[in-house]
């Protein structure tokens, strides 16, 4: 079983390796500067104690001596210390860069991954991946550097020098000290789980927190204040629990390795001792394998000390590269399509398409529009609709038949210039943290003043932004608590008037907008689009009533078509739906 | 920080014990080199192997008993670090749920999650670092320069320089970084925000094919950020060499003073190696200070953000004792304005008196006031001028939780959580029998679909309600505030996800309940109030006109244009 996570762990390590290729003349650098860095130390001792050696007693004390040590002392003193600032100036640049270089290549996999993947992940947990995971993969390598790099190039040094003293008791110490390694391990393992399980809780009380005072004004009009206390306490016990647990079993290490180092450093002294008494070393000897054997024993230590670090960076780095491991989206092909423009004939043949394999959601759909025809689409909840937009716009690929514009194969555009075909207002607002400005001209930021006041006033948008605190220059903030979501969706629709689209599409585009302003609203879209293609979805009939054709569509199939009079005078699901909003309580 | 002591009081023993175990632990690794120097001087000089082997137990036996000193000490740490922070999670929940609309809209919930979990988070690792090493490493750095006083006091003035040399050192470089770990912070939530946009607007994106130009700008915050780490690193770095060479600068002023003093007698060469071997043991305690100084600063960031959620208190005051609400209510608004704390008035001078068992329509543009004024029939806000009456009360009379039971809510936005279908529509009412919630469903026009689902009343709903869709997440909310038979029931733009007829159908079963309880119905759709016994027209906060359909049609401008907007001419006088 061992075996098997050795296996898993190695590469995943081995990627995070290769993201330092570009930094390997730093990488070298520090390596030498951490060897230079452990000489020093090294070495400082030994020249102390050749100091000492000079000041023997009174009347016996060697100034000349002592001053030409202190020079060498001095200088290997400020060696040591340069060499040290510039390995850890170079650890964190090489660490801040890399970890840089991931974090971009997992974001732009985000926008290059399908949207199907978006969609079907939960966005906090993107984010935790691209921000905190990565931030702990960072935390992790630096501490790596810092203390492996000297761990390892002390243990070899302190090594050297007491195989050079004595083969014997040096043999000792190395046979003793992996017993520290083994302890530190051994409660590491225990520790992950534990930690595991906290975060796991930790991970549930914050869901449950969200939850809560997200919703607190729902929690409060229904007066649930206790029961929520209660359900969090439990949650907060739990985490107590685990919590004492995986912080007194992890808080273990430490103690524990000292002790081992403690009975080696006992051993060195009885053995050297011994040796000593039967005459093998002097005593002198025995003093200098004491210190060492303690800069040996002390990076298996520190060592042993970020294992957890490190089992916790090699667990979030599998997680970003799981991001990165994601197929994207097929590349345009080089001979796609990339026209500047398009007349708007759309055709659907034959769709079928589902989100799910086994919920067919579309079946068998056909759709002739020819260019300048105003379309609506109409239904029930969950009949369809967005899903049609989202085969038009290519967010999605067809499952079976075709969709083509202008009597090309969508699929032959390329996706970029397809979409530019299309301007698109949805129902969920979404504006960037920016300025007002900014997030109108945010398709063509290279418009003049007066064409994004013009769009603005178009949008019905230009009278409440005069009276924002910075009129153009708000920023607009990720609560966007200022602008209201109709305020919003206005934004939206001029950033759309901005660039003038040869089709429209507009789901539920104005449904946060009192019906007054919308009424304009669809007047300017009017003029906007004349002579062009547009889709309009909305639940307010009112709103299609003019469109040239309306669909409407039960189930993923288009059940009837025609306009507003002539599907009226039929009498069907249309007219139902239509005459159902003037029934009500009229009894 | 100090505000918070008080959570230490509980853990008093912890406290106490954990520290004192801790200093036994480090004045055993002092005794240790004494023990070895025993060995060397007495053991070997006199070739004694008994008592080399003796000695050597010993050093054992005291390595154990600090083992065990320090598991206690690491225990009482992890109880009372975990358990201070227990109690502050608790306290901060309780505290927040005390907290009004108005306070929570302020604060903001990311916030509030951030400070109740990673918060007290940090000033658990404070706690647990209290106990651990707040004693041991000053306890080191004191007792060097004191055995180094005591062992010689002219060449222990190298102690009292190099001293605070460090700790100016200290000081320079927590200044210099301290501010900036703050900044960083900030950086790393810019790339959470923009990873956030590029997820929620994956489709605006693509469609305007910004892809690259969002690339671009994550570049830009990721490099800053990388730009800001690199430069914090490189002061920060500075720490160890600097304070290394102060002390080893120190190590070859006692060499060379020393000379002096062993040279005129002072001194003996066993006390200058054992000053040296001082000076070190203080350095290596002064790189735990600098920690912990790192560790405190955090946390003390950490405790005034706590400290700011204790310290809001709540606008809205519990209320009165008046808990006679019974039976369907008389509403009454006189002279209601209100303002959220970013100025404007929102509502002004409302007059509006609704009868028993009267349904009211409330209309009116985006922004008009319309959720802002049956928000503080619940009191979600208080009123800033004016009073809100029910049966002649003032709503800040009754006792606010009696009063918010007899209302049933559908907010805007329709909010399910985590629990089953059942779990979810008992939540005005923890013991509704299954009778009662079908009745519920059936006026909601949620029947049909929850038969449906798999497990029926016991299908689990997934936080935020994920696995259902708009409308069917709307009909639950709206049969969740049926359940308890409320006396007044408020509809806040509650069908909007609603297809017409659903709506319709909706409406025509609520109608048939109507005289049970006094309806408040907010829209936008004319038609959803046209029928209503009063409708009240508001327009930028102030009331445009309260009567019947027809009347309004005759009378008010305002609303004669949104219906228009909605229905044609013919519709309009159906």
Known sequence: MAKIRQEDRTPVLGRILKYLKPYWWLLTLALLCAVATVTCTLTGPVLVGRTVDMIVGPGQVDFTGILGMA????GVYALGALTQWLMTYCTNKITYHTVKDIRVQAFSKLSTVPLRYIDGHSHGDLITRVVSDIDVISDGMLQGFSQLFTGVITILGTLAFMLSIN??????????TPLSLFVASFIAKRSHNMFREQSAVRGEMGGYVEEMLGNQKIVKAFGREAASQERFDEINSRLYDCGVKAQFYSSLTNPCTRFVNGVVYAGVGIIGAVAAINGAITVGQISSFLAYANQYTKPFNEISGVVTELQSALASARRVFAVLDEPSESPDALEAARPASCEGRVAVEGVSFAYEAKKPLIEDFNLQVEPGQRVAIVGPTGCGKTTLINLLMRFYDVDKGAISVDGKDIRDYARGSLRACYGMVLQDTWLFTGTVRENIAYARPDASEEEVIAAAKAAHAHSFIKRLPQGYDTVISEEGGSISQGQKQLLCIARVMLTSPPMLILDEATSNIDTRTEIRIQKAFDEMMRGKTSFIVAHRLSTIKEADRILVMRDGRIVEQGNHQSLLERGGFYAELYNSQFAGAEE | MLKLVRYLKEFRKQVIIGPLFKLTEAIFELIVPLLMAKIIDDGVARGDLPYVLKTGAVIVLLGLVGL????????????????VGTRLRHDLFAHVGTLSHAEID????????????SDVNQLQVAVAMLIRLVIRAPFLVIGSTVMAIWLDWKLSLIFLVAGPLVALVLYQVMKRTIPFYRTIQKKLDRIGLITRENLEGA????AFSKQEHENQRFYAASDDLAQSSVRVGKVSALLNPLTSIIVNFAIIAILWFGGFRVDSGALTQGQI???VNYMTQILLALVVVANLVVIFTKASASASRVNEIFETEPSILPGGEESGLSGTAKVAFKGVSFAYSTGENALEGVDLTVQPGQTVG??????????TLVNLIPRFYDATAGRVLIDGVDVRAYDTAALRKKIGIVPQKSVLFTGTVRENLRWGKPDASDEEIARALNIAQAAEFVAKLPQGYDTPILQGGKNLSGGQRQRLAIARALVGRPDILILDDSSSALDYRTDAALRAALGAQAGESTVFVVSQRASAIRHADVIAVLDDGRLAGVGSHEQLL?????YREICLSQLSEEEVSR
Do not use: D, F
């Open chain 2, 68 to 83: 065990g000193c320090a598991l206690i000490c690491q225990y009482s740490a992890a109880r009372a670090s975990q358990g």
């Open chain 1, 71 to 74: 020079g060498w002392l001095a």
């Open chain 2, 554 to 558: 005759e009378s008010c401008p305002v």
């Open chain 2, 362 to 371: 409330i209309i009116g543009g985006t922004g008009a006031g319309k959720s």
């Open chain 2, 106 to 117: 302020k604060l903001g919930t990311s916030t509030l999650i951030n400070r109740i979990i």
């Open chain 2, 273 to 275: 190696i054992a000053l």
């Open chain 2, 203 to 206: 489709r605006v994106i693509k």
């Open chain 1, 167 to 176: 083969v014997k008791i040096a043999l000792v110490v190395v046979l003793i």
